[in-house]
């Protein structure tokens, strides 16, 4: 066996394994750290933003048009409704955010000079709520599929219940309310994969 040949192609080799070595490991970590840079990705869109945010109640009278409950035209009753204003701290996309009363959908109200106010939908839209950005709670369904954006709601002043200023649309008892003391306001968070939804913050009306 000539021992000077072999020694001269084991050297040969070698270098080739070590490239092929480098090559592996290379790919390898190039794997692991891309599954720990996804995965991170992945767990900070499922984590809650971190954000303050103010609130502010106060009582306005409402005047629709029809006044169909009393007898008088128009009603105009008086209204509980809360602005919640994002104070400080992240961003958040609108979507990501719902605000409920009591669990249920919450609404603005939008007034209309020469017909019935309209409920307005609250952070709806594509845009991003940052700090000074604000919406104004009026009402909530309570059946969730009764009260649409920008859809009429009546009035009904001669209520007893606060809840029941606001008497439509309705399916039944079942519908649209105005805000009562003791409701609970609520500002949910929802993760973009729709699987994690956090409470950012809580109000109880006055």
Known sequence: MDIKKFLTESRAVSPVIG???????????????GTFVLGLGD????????????????????????????????DEPDLITVEIT?????????GRISV????????????????????????????????????????YDDKGDQVTDGGAISYDVSAT??????????????????LASGDIIRVVWTSESGSTSSTLVKYTVA
Do not use: C
């Not at 994002?86 to 609108?94: L, M, P, R, V, Y």
């Not at 409920?100 to 959908?105: C, D, E, F, I, Q």
């Open 86 to 94: 994002h104070a400080s701290g992240d961003a958040i996309e609108e």
């Open 19 to 33: 490239v092929i070595l480098m090559v592996a490991i290379t790919v390898i970590l190039a794997a692991v750290i």
């Open 100 to 139: 409920t009363v009591n669990g249920h959908t919450a609404y603005g109200i939008s007034e209309v000079a020469s017909d019935d106010d309209d409920a307005a939908a609250l952070w709806s839209g594509t845009g991003t709520i940052s700090a000074g950005s604000s919406v104004t709670v009026g009402l």
């Open 43 to 74: 767990q900070v869109n499922e984590t809650a933003p971190q954000a303050s945010f103010d609130f502010s109640q106060e009582t306005s009278t409402f005047t629709g048009t029809d006044g169909p409950d009393d007898g008088t035209d128009p």
């Open 161 to 178: 219940d606060q809840e029941n200023k606001i008497s439509g649309p309705r399916d039944g008892d079942d519908g649209a309310h105005a």
